[in-house]
């Protein structure tokens, strides 16, 4: 009579092998690819059309949906932290915020210093959203942080929205005063801006996985390369150089083009890296899965995030 196969006589299983193993590795990375081309293709289309074919206003509320969503994900995110945050609140101060600076650039366009009257007749809504926005914005979270049972985490709670709001809300409606900077080159200061950035972030993923050999900061983020870091510079670098003459504000000269995007490349694969950074530390892959192959909105922003204040100032003091 037959015994029953003990453990020690059962067969192991055989291991696929190297070919089907590759096989299976390459066709995750074409639809991995195929995911990310998508996903860059509506969201650069959307932008494109509402740059260059919609009312401006279309333009100011896709920049406001971009932050309220980047903001919930970044809400969302820091919870994993265990940082106890008022998401609804947090967001709709965001969004508020976006909407009267929108407000101020389609309303008076006009370039201004940060100090300016409260009252009289030189009182502009720039004024208003410096002089009482972020005061009011101090008081309403204090007062939402009263309201809780205890007061654990509450300077973390406290830090970490209004660090939230200026990263986020703060840094990306410096979009709405590239937009309206000398009136019909806006939209094509926008567009170089964010084809030099997102052509270096492209640029930094492709060679890193190419050539990258030497990890950049492995407690941050492992896969990101020394390679890869350069290589983003250079091609947004290259990016800036040859598309230029699409901005007659830049002079139109190809070195010119090639420094600054040398030097907002730079700032673009740090805001990068600032972001992994933050989701290192709330220990979460993505911001979210809105965007399939890509991430998140505040994965998608997280560069020009960084070069958009730098890239005005240069267009206003360069």
Not at 193 to 216: I, N, P
């Amino acid at each position: 009579m037959a015994t029953p196969l003990t453990e020690a006589h059962t067969e192991p299983e055989i291991a696929p092998a190297a070919d089907e193993v590759a096989r299976r590795r390459s066709a995750r990375s074409m639809r991995s690819l195929f995911k990310r081309l998508f996903s860059s293709a509506a969201l650069i289309g959307w932008v494109l059309v509402a740059l260059f074919w919609l009312p401006v206003w279309a333009f100011a509320a896709t920049v406001t949906a971009f932050i309220g969503i980047s903001l919930f994900e970044f809400f969302t995110m820091v919870r994993h932290r265990g940082i106890l945050v008022h998401r609804p609140l947090s967001v709709a101060l965001g969004v508020l915020f976006a909407v009267l600076v929108a407000w101020r650039t389609l309303v008076e366009p006009r370039h201004l210093a940060l100090t300016v009257p409260l009252i009289g007749k030189d009182v502009t809504m720039f004024g208003w959203v410096w002089d009482i926005f972020w005061p009011a914005t101090i008081v309403l979270i204090f007062l939402r942080q009263f309201t809780r049972s205890n007061t654990f985490e509450a300077l973390s709670s406290l830090a970490t929205t209004l660090f939230g709001l200026a990263y986020i809300a703060g840094l990306f409606t410096y979009f709405f005063y590239i937009r309206t900077f000398k009136g019909e080159a806006g939209p094509w200061l926008v567009c170089y801006l964010v084809l030099l950035t997102k052509m270096g972030d492209a640029g930094a993923l492709t060679l890193g996985k190419l050539f990258g050999r030497h990890t950049l900061i492995a407690r941050i983020s492992p896969r990101k390369t020394v390679e890869g870091f350069v290589g983003g510079v250079l091609v947004s670098g290259l990016t800036g150089g040859l598309a230029v003459s699409m901005v007659h504000r830049l002079h139109g000269s190809f070195w010119a083009g090639l420094g600054l995007g040398i030097f907002l490349g730079l700032f673009g694969q740090l805001g990068d890296l600032a972001e992994s950074l933050l989701k290192r530390d709330c220990q979460v892959k993505d911001a979210s899965g809105l965007f399939p192959g890509l991430g998140g909105m505040l994965d998608v922003l997280d560069s020009v995030l960084f070069t958009a204040p730098l890239f005005y100032a240069f267009l206003i003091y360069g």
